[in-house]
């Protein structure tokens, strides 16, 4: 173990016996007593000496036998403590690779954030090269997803769609100007592979559809027709509700950025959920369906889509995406998270699991939630931590760590 003071938390000094690691309260913790020897101690903490070493420098300072030891542990169990050669195999040999690790290095200190284990954030960063990923829609929110989710390390990010890319297709970090005229998939794919940091797999044309999305650990489904962004079709994603492959919507419709629900198949709701929800809250839902639908294939206007905002719902979306790959649950498995021009303030409607949807969510959590307290809502800025979490999370940390009051 080679230990290393996660760089990503500013370090700084309360009083002259408490130190603070971070600026922010999600992730700002406060150590102490610690005295002053020990606070040198903490420079040395770099990741360039494995733990003999260390020992005995803390002895060259005057520091008490067992003493180093301690304070490592106390570092790691307050999740303050990575490993510079931690991680497995798999994250050894992205630190091989400096040019691709040189590109992912803010995302490998933010994901230390968010990892509580010494050399964590790297086994995940060097997880995400193994996962396939499928975009469906090649628009400017799908090709830019596809763009964002490559350029943070996923392996091989996939994308399908059909027809030839438009003038107003183009976005920055999505499809470039030169690529008017061109098939949108294969655009799209070409565009994915320039923000890689590494070589990823190409795919052509003749490259299965995989329309059950079987083999993919994540499908996003990001259309450019704006009544599937408003009204996802359930029978469209039948196939990766059977082969129990999760996927994630996003798009823009009238103004309005969507992101969500994340469907988990048989744990969290689906389209057929949101779809049997509305006709239970509005039994002319099926119908104004349809006529839009019908509208939809009639008409070659351009839809509203905002650069601005679909840049943010794709960004959102790619953050949404990453949380899932790499092992959490973000908040939109079973809510769709909204924002719409010009007030831009995000709320989650709650996406309840339907009885009468065949999914099965309903039955995994049966009795919670009726449908008809979809309209409740909460902005990203109510979205805190529960009061019991937060007991018990405090009652786990190590004595002498509590959250800083920041």
């Known amino acids: 173990m080679a230990p290393l003071v996660k760089p990503a938390l500013r370090r700084s000094w309360r009083d002259l016996n408490t130190v603070q690691f971070g600026m922010t309260p999600a992730h700002a913790l406060t150590l102490g007593p610690m005295d002053t020897a020990t606070g040198s101690f903490l420079d040395l903490l770099n990741g360039t000496r494995g733990l003999e070493l260390l020992r005995e420098e803390g002895r060259r300072m005057g520091l008490p036998d067992g003493h180093v030891d301690g304070l ?117 794919r070409r565009t994915a592979r320039r923000f890689a940091p590494d070589r990823p797999p190409r795919h052509g044309p003749r490259s299965p559809h995989g329309e059950d999305g079987a083999g993919h650990s994540l499908v996003i489904i990001a259309p450019r027709d704006d009544v599937a962004v408003h009204a996802p079709s359930p029978s469209a994603a039948e196939p990766l509700i059977a082969s129990g492959t999760p996927h994630l919507y996003a798009g823009v419709v009238e103004g309005t950025g969507v992101v969500g629900p994340l469907v988990l198949p048989g744990e969290t709701s689906c389209a057929g959920c949101l779809s049997e929800g509305r006709t239970d809250r509005d039994p002319a839902w099926p119908r104004l369906v349809a006529q839009w639908r019908s509208g939809a294939a009639r008409t070659r206007e351009v839809r509203p889509c905002d650069l601005a905002l679909a840049t943010t719902v794709a960004g959102l979306a790619a953050a949404h995406a990453l949380a899932f790959l790499d092992g959490r649950v973000p908040s939109s498995a079973g809510a769709r998270w909204e924002v719409s021009l010009p007030g831009l303030s995000w709320h989650a409607r709650p996406v309840w699991a339907h009885p009468a949807c065949p999914c099965g969510a309903a039955r995994k959590g049966e009795g919670e939630h009726p449908s008809e307290d979809e309209e409740s809502h909460a902005t990203m800025g109510e979205q805190r931590p529960s009061k019991e979490i937060r007991r018990k999370a405090d009652a786990e940390r190590l004595a002498g760590t509590w959250r800083a009051h920041v």
């Not at 954030?121 to 990923?133: D, F, G, K, M």
Request: hydrophobic share 40%; aromatic share 0%; no cysteine.
């Open 72 to 188: 490592v542990r106390r570092l790691a169990r307050a999740g303050l403590l990575d490993d510079a050669k931690g991680g497995g195999p798999a994250a050894e040999a992205l630190r091989r690779k400096k040019e691709v690790l040189d590109r992912l290095r803010p995302d490998l200190a933010s994901l230390s954030l968010t990892t509580s284990e010494p050399g964590e954030a790297t086994a995940r960063l060097a997880a995400r090269r193994s996962l396939r990923v499928q975009v469906r829609g090649a628009g400017r929110v799908g090709a830019m997803v596809a763009s964002l989710l490559s350029g943070a390390g996923v392996g091989d990010v996939d994308v399908r769609d059909v027809g030839r890319v438009e003038p107003w297709d183009v976005a920055p970090g999505g499809l470039p100007a030169e690529a008017v005229g061109e098939r949108r998939d294969e655009a799209a």
